[in-house]
């Protein structure tokens, strides 16, 4: 139990989970051809707009090409990591049996190999979200988010660490995926992780040589500008992605979990935490889909193999859920839910946070200020009324 969860019965958690999987059934039953449309014509864009991004910076001594080109590259990069690629590898288009939709054979346009982050995000991350000793995404083990990480000297530069890793995400991404952490603990060898070095070695060679080398060759005077522009497109999508998954994960209200939260945990109790450790952010419909639809990270985090395009249709039905079973729906605009985050990230560079946070998070809830004052006043938190 947790302090949103406390006015709830096993039978109504029952009944909770119940209702979202009837959602879900009834979504994924009527995946059809409007669906397939959807992604192929979002392929069709992304494509051509690194195409356009490709020859344009064949030109870009000439500023206004160098501008343009690196602007659509960009575009096209986020639109393949966030709504194509990251949906792909989760299984959301494997109904459509494309072989060039599906997750066992795309590979994205990432340093990270799909099967190593099909690993440590797909299973790991889904799986054990926002549990402490399981879900390592919980600072990427560089950085201290939650109160309950025990604080290092090293987490007092933690603003800094956070702008150098937004800026190199991707690289950042692929070797946490490499759970190099195993070799320290003593449960791995170097020699056990060689295989998965030279693959992401591979993939990391293969993705300099076309963004840095190859195409900016093709310019030929234009080699260094085009590499260029070809940096500045990977740095745009670096910050973006890093921007979009930090909003849908670190929130101050967001919560964390202890591994005893895991025993026996039933159905409706993984649907339960994953909504609790998961936040939206609110916007256009552009927005959701260069987020990758994970804008609706809260939707997602229920239904990771669910097309992202549905994500928004059933916002309102989960928002629903949430306000009659008097449970938290953590959402609000971007500027908001960034801005919250770096503020935490600066909060827990130094020791403690535990009071300040639990505060926050309580008048979070529905009913939240009564629950804070009374943590002032008593000490404890009162229960809430069902």
Same mark, same amino acid.
Request: proline letters at 6%; aromatic letters at 8%; glycine letters at 10%.
């Given at each position: 139990m947790t302090p949103s969860t406390e006015h709830l019965t096993a039978a109504d958690i029952d009944r909770l989970g119940t209702e979202l999987q009837a959602i879900r059934e009834r979504v994924m039953s009527s995946l059809g051809d409007d669906d397939a449309r959807y992604i192929r014509r979002v392929i069709? !864009?992304?494509?051509?707009?690194?195409?356009?991004?490709?020859?344009?910076? #064949?030109?870009?001594? &000439?500023?206004?090409?160098?501008?343009?080109?690196?602007?659509?590259?960009? #575009?096209?990069?986020?639109?393949?990591?966030?709504?194509?690629?990251?949906?792909?590898?989760?299984?959301? %288009?494997? %109904?459509?049996?494309?072989?060039?939709? /599906? =997750?066992?054979?795309?590979?994205?346009?990432?340093v990270s190999t799909a099967k190593s982050w099909q690993q440590t995000h797909n299973y790991l991350h889904h799986t054990y979200t926002n549990v402490h000793g399981k879900d390592r995404d919980i600072g990427y083990n560089v950085l201290r988010v939650d109160p309950d990480q025990p604080w290092h000297p090293l987490y007092l530069v933690q603003t800094v660490t956070n702008a150098g890793l937004a800026m190199i995400f991707e690289w950042g991404i692929a070797a946490f995926d490499l759970e190099l952490d195993e070799?320290?603990?003593?449960?791995?060898?170097?020699?056990?992780?060689?295989?998965?070095?030279?693959?992401?070695?591979?993939?990391?060679g293969k993705q300099a040589l076309k963004d840095f080398v190859v195409f900016p060759a093709l310019s030929g005077p234009s080699f260094v500008p085009a590499a260029v522009g070809g940096l500045v497109a990977n740095l745009v999508r670096n910050i973006w992605s890093h921007a979009v998954i930090f909003c849908g994960h670190f929130p101050v209200e967001v919560e964390t979990f202890s591994e005893e939260r895991l025993d026996n945990e039933s159905q409706a109790e993984w649907y339960v935490r994953q909504m609790l450790g998961s936040a939206n952010i609110?916007?256009?419909? $552009?927005?959701?889909?260069? !987020? *990758?639809? $994970? =804008?609706?990270?809260?939707?997602? /985090? $229920?239904?990771?193999?669910?097309p992202s395009r549905r994500y928004r249709t059933i916002a309102p039905e989960i928002r629903d859920l949430?306000?009659?079973? *008097?449970?938290?729906?953590?959402?609000?605009?971007? %500027?908001?839910?960034?801005?919250?985050?770096?503020?935490?990230?600066?909060? $827990?560079? &130094?020791? *403690?946070?535990?009071?300040?946070? =639990?505060?926050?998070?309580?008048?979070? #809830?529905? &009913?939240?200020?009564?629950?804070?004052?009374?943590? *002032? !006043?008593?000490?404890?938190?009162?229960?809430?009324?069902?």
């Open positions: 069709r !864009t992304q494509r051509g707009l690194e195409a356009a991004g490709r020859v344009l910076l #064949l030109g870009a001594l &000439f500023p206004p090409a160098f501008v343009a080109g690196t602007a659509s590259l960009a #575009l096209a990069k986020i639109l393949e990591n966030m709504e194509i690629g990251h949906n792909v590898l989760h299984g959301q %288009w494997d %109904w459509m049996r494309d072989p060039e939709i /599906h =997750s066992t054979t795309w590979e994205w346009d990432h070799i320290q603990r003593g449960e791995k060898t170097w020699k056990d992780k060689l295989p998965e070095l030279k693959a992401m070695g591979r993939k990391a609110e916007g256009s419909v $552009l927005l959701h889909i260069m !987020t *990758g639809n $994970l =804008s609706h990270q809260i939707e997602h /985090h $229920l239904f990771p193999d669910m949430c306000r009659r079973y *008097g449970l938290p729906y953590h959402a609000g605009p971007m %500027w908001k839910q960034y801005g919250g985050v770096l503020a935490k990230i600066a909060r $827990l560079s &130094f020791p *403690g946070g535990h009071k300040t946070l =639990s505060k926050r998070r309580l008048r979070a #809830l529905p &009913f939240g200020r009564r629950r804070a004052e009374s943590v *002032g !006043t008593q000490g404890a938190v009162a229960p809430a009324a069902a």
